[in-house]
């Protein structure tokens, strides 16, 4: 077992300077292990996105510091890949072009990048859709290209950025399982942001709960349901509890 | 394929009701009633002997071809220039902040006020009239390319930098494709510039060519000659017209559209 935290917040603080100053994120401290999945929950206009975006290399902070692996982050990073909420997979490019783009931008060779991208497609249930565009299939299908595309680049840590909020409420839910089997397989420190409570506890490890704007960590909640986990899990007492406690949380000012 | 026959169907009539009025009022008898003379309105016979005059002596085909090499030259090197120029503004601020200036300032100027200006400079020949193309077109393109690498959407470019993008990987392979649309409605614009420049610049100074054909044919006072250079140029651009279509439904398979435009 790995002890050493994977990604390292540490005294984060974020304005953006407009007319005057908005402080959008205050002092953020979290740590996250390797091979966790980790969410953030806080109501909407708290700088989840904002967080997310300097973890990924995007921004840089006002103070305090990301560290993955040991280093500060400076910048994006392959072995940091962000899944964005909007539909972000090329259109341009077939399913397969799609997940071979970051193993292209590698230099990996033509065989090599067969064999992976042949894996995850398969991995993300996509197997058959190789040569389509991405026009030709639904929203769903997309992020599992997104997904695919995602993991294989061959990053460490997945940063996710809503990236079931566009769907409608029954793929969103299938896609939260897909995830999980997923993530079952092919164990990568996930950081999920989400405003959706049930979304956060159903995938995650421990759910970060930000206060509203400006954004400080409120409460860390573990979420100790067994895994795997299957759908029915939301429809248990346990489950509605901790979804009960986490709505309180952030109905509660400051 | 029933629907392909209903359209013939009306092209036949449409183009019939024309070509019999137009008959009408060219006779001698009737057209006299309003031109001195009957080459200014001249009746379906002349035209046609005309055309087969042109055919015959070769002219047509010349000139054709005289028009096609100018415009084709033009085009392609107005349209390789604007497109680098375009990508590069597009991509490097420093660039675009130090030429950008000169593109606003020559771009709204037409390019037919700058005939005269280029005749001085590089005389009445070849190069004149392939530049003054070469001109027009690489504005258009310029400017179209400019747009599309400014509106590639973020997110695509955020997606392909964190999954290890070069800025090589990231030009070639994302914001190349993305700008296509741009690029290519930029080039069919620049399709009517060229058009209406080449006829200019051949009005101006030329012995061959299909816009010599109507200034030759106004100076003789021949309508039928006119006609015929109209026609070779309408049916030469539309020619250009399609062909671009067809790349551009190539090249832009992947959008989601919303059924074809004309």
């Not at chain 1, 979304?199 to 860390?220: C, F, N, Q």
């Not at chain 2, 973020?154 to 993305?178: M, W």
Request: aromatic share 10%; with cysteine.
């Amino acid at each position: 077992m790995n002890l050493k935290p994977k990604i390292i917040v540490r005294n984060l603080f974020m304005s953006f300077k407009q007319e005057k100053e908005i402080k959008v994120l205050e002092n953020i401290n979290f740590e996250i292990s390797l091979n966790e999945f980790v969410s953030i929950i806080g109501p909407s206009g708290c700088g989840k996105t904002t967080l997310l975006r300097i973890i990924a290399g995007f921004l840089k902070p006002t103070k305090g510091e990301v560290i993955c692996d040991g280093t500060t982050v400076k910048g994006p990073s392959p072995s940091r890949v962000v899944v964005f909420q909007k539909d972000a997979v090329f259109p341009w490019m077939s399913v397969r072009q799609n997940v071979e783009f970051g193993l292209l931008a590698k230099g990996v060779s033509q065989e090599e990048r067969t064999r992976i991208s042949n894996y995850f497609i398969e991995l993300v249930g996509l197997k058959g859709f190789e040569d389509n565009l991405p026009k030709t299939l639904s929203g769903g299908m997309r992020k599992r290209v997104d997904l695919a595309r995602a993991y294989a680049a061959g990053p460490e840590i997945l940063l996710m950025d809503e990236p079931f909020g566009s769907l409608d409420a029954q793929t969103k839910s299938k896609m939260q399982e897909e995830l999980l089997k997923i993530w079952e397989r092919e164990k990568r420190t996930i950081l999920f942001i989400t405003h959706d409570i049930s979304e956060a506890l159903y995938l995650s490890d421990r759910v970060i709960v930000l206060t509203s704007r400006p954004g400080k960590t409120k409460k860390i909640i573990k979420v100790s349901l067994p895994r795997p986990r299957k759908n029915e899990l939301k429809f248990t007492p346990e489950f509605a509890e901790l979804e009960r406690e986490v709505w309180d949380l952030i109905q509660e000012k400051i | 394929m029933k629907q392909q026959k209903n359209t013939l169907y009306y092209w036949i009539v449409s183009y019939g009701i024309t070509i019999t009025i137009y008959s009408i009022i060219s006779l001698p008898q009737i057209s006299i009633l309003f031109f001195p003379r009957p080459e200014i309105l001249p009746p379906v016979t002349w035209v046609f002997k005309k055309v087969c005059n042109v055919l015959v002596s070769g002219l047509l085909f010349r000139s054709t071809i005289r028009s096609l090499e100018r415009m084709t030259s033009g085009y392609i090197i107005g349209g390789v220039l604007g497109v680098s120029f375009g990508l590069l503004l597009g991509w490097s601020k420093k660039v675009d902040y130090m030429i950008n200036p000169y593109v606003q300032l020559i771009r709204p100027i037409p390019a037919l006020a700058l005939i005269p200006l280029f005749t001085l400079w590089f005389g009445i020949g070849e190069v004149t009239k392939i530049l003054l193309i070469v001109e027009g077109v690489f504005f258009v393109t310029l400017i179209s390319t400019y747009e599309g690498v400014k509106k590639v959407p973020i997110v695509y470019i955020e997606a392909a930098r964190c999954l290890g993008a070069s800025n090589h990987l990231l030009l070639q392979k994302v914001v190349i494709p993305a700008a296509v649309p741009y690029i290519l409605s930029g080039f069919r614009v620049a399709l009517a510039t060229a058009w209406a420049i080449i006829v200019a610049a051949e009005i101006v100074a030329s012995k061959e060519g299909l816009g010599y054909l109507i200034i030759a044919g106004s100076n003789h006072v021949d309508a039928s000659l006119i006609y015929v250079g109209i026609m070779g140029i309408g049916f030469l651009a539309y020619l250009f017209d399609k062909v671009t279509r067809l790349i551009n439904a190539r090249l832009t398979v992947w959008m989601e559209t919303r059924g074809e435009g004309e």
